[in-house]
């Protein structure tokens, strides 16, 4: 199954996203050019996630001059970011543009290449450190991993919050 294929995950295409992200991945990129990028992404992906995968609501607004209707995003009280330590912090910064009131989650994992390849082409994945807040089943979580080569530590990272909700 891919990505694609869920009804319970939100694959990110915006323009500027993929347009940063391309630029992230260049070898040319320098150190501090790649972590304000990475900002950037985070920012850009909050909002994504907020414009794609968060529902809104009308609610009355009182003005200097009227009573009229607005809209606000529900649930922005209830996202959770998981940190995958290396990378994502300066990802997550963005993100916490998009989300200040978000609840932070760390989780230190990584291939473990000391180890060789497994039968199946892939490095084993360890899991060292994990200091997760309480998830809810309202709670959106964003699992915050930009660097992603195979996928196998974000499916391992996955499964280990899946276990712990």
Known sequence: MTIEDRDDAYLITHALATDTLSRLRDAETEQVAFRKGLVKLGRICGYEIIDGA??????????PLAETTGERVKGLDDVVIINVLRAATPFVEGLLKAFPRAKQGVISAGRDEAAGMTDDGEFPITIDYVKLPEIRPE??????DPMLATGSTMAAVLDHVLDEA
């Open 54 to 63: 968060m529902e809104t609501e009308y609610v009355p607004v009182e003005t």
């Open 139 to 144: 709670d959106t979580v964003i699992v915050a």
